[in-house]
């Protein structure tokens, strides 16, 4: 009898104390077994494909490994992102790097600093409501348009695509950017615009519905652009340097993947984060990110990329002075990540 009670008594401790020790925890893709885990919020920009390594690190357990117990929220858009960031309800930001340069305009007392660049192209698709083998950019000229945000990278990136090719973006067309980013797909299927700019996995599914072709790759006419980076309050950098380190290792171990394995083998890996979309969408937005070469081998925000940045904001007419690369991007977590 007693020995009974001893078991259902261990069972009990067991039970009560959750992750630290006999209790495992899922979240972060493989189960855990570590003793404590700290909790690190992430809010990224958007939940898409395009980010596969990240995704990849959480469902092999690379955060994990790390001592990491990472909650995800999507923010939907740079701007909240950002303002998540400043207010203290996340601890690191996904979004473009623009944002910190516009906060560095704006003098924000505690400098938002990117230490970690994941994608190295755009990752939105031009698409149009009929096949269009033989497309030309200059077939935009006079044409409605479905963009993003003024501010926002894909519009910028897109415009500066337009300058380059000749083409006057307020004059030559007509670009709707008052749609909300995740709303444009939704707008164009019903029938607003000619070509909307589309990030994934809408870009595939307009053309599965055959709503929608894509006709053209923002990444690669724009070239490589830092298109999305990590970044954290100079302050949570310098108070946890170890946990910063921690998640970039985990965050390479992800880009390591991408960079070694199929389309098929990503797509099987990543897709317990996208139940609304098959295997076989996932598996073709992989490969259509793969063969553009959106992601980079390391995770080094370097300085020509920057400079190439703040080119597309002057270009957009964002950028009020140039923001000295040293300023806004750390590169000493991504080197040690990278050896």
Not at 11 to 23: E, H, N, W
Not at 61 to 74: D, M
Not at 161 to 174: F, V
Request: glycine share 8%; hydrophobic share 35%; net charge negative.
């Amino acid at each position: 009898m007693k020995k009974k009670v001893s078991m259902l008594f261990a069972a009990l401790l067991c039970l009560s104390m959750g992750l630290t020790g006999c209790g495992t925890n899922k979240e972060n893709g493989k189960e855990d077994t570590k003793e404590e885990l700290t909790k690190v919020t992430l809010n990224e920009v958007a939940h898409s494909v395009f980010y596969a390594p990240q995704y990849v690190a959480i469902e092999e357990g690379y955060f994990v490994e790390e001592g990491i117990k990472l909650e995800l929220v999507t923010g939907f858009g740079a701007d909240k992102v950002m303002s998540a960031l400043l207010s203290g309800e996340a601890d690191i930001g996904f979004m473009g790097s623009e944002a910190t340069i516009y906060a560095y305009q704006q003098g924000a007392n505690d400098k938002v600093m990117n230490f970690a660049q994941l994608t190295q192209r755009a990752g939105n698709f031009l698409v149009a409501r009929e096949e269009m083998p033989d497309f030309q950019w200059t077939d935009l000229k006079g044409k409605d348009i479905l963009g993003g945000r003024k501010s926002g990278m894909p519009e910028m990136v897109f415009e500066y695509i337009l300058k380059e090719k000749g083409m006057d973006p307020e004059k030559d067309m007509n670009i709707d950017r008052s749609i909300d980013f995740g709303s444009t797909a939704a707008a164009f299927s019903g029938g607003q615009g000619e070509f909307s700019v589309e990030f994934e996995p809408s870009a595939t599914m307009l053309e599965q519905e055959g709503a929608g072709y894509v006709v053209a790759s923002c990444g690669v006419e724009s070239g490589y652009v830092p298109y999305t980076a990590y970044s954290a309050k100079e302050s949570y950098i310098e108070e946890n340097p170890e946990l910063i380190q921690g998640f970039v290792r985990a965050l390479q171990k992800g880009m390591d993947y991408v960079n070694s394995h199929t389309p098929e083998e990503i797509a099987a890996m990543i897709e317990p984060q996208f139940e609304e979309n098959d295997l076989e969408t996932i598996t073709a937005i992989v490969k259509r990110y793969q063969e553009q070469d959106t992601w980079k081998e390391n995770l080094i925000f370097e300085q020509e990329s920057f400079e190439l940045l703040e080119d597309i904001l002057e270009s957009a007419g964002e950028l009020e002075q140039p923001a000295p690369y040293e300023e806004l991007v750390l590169t000493e977590y991504a080197e040690k990540a990278a050896k």
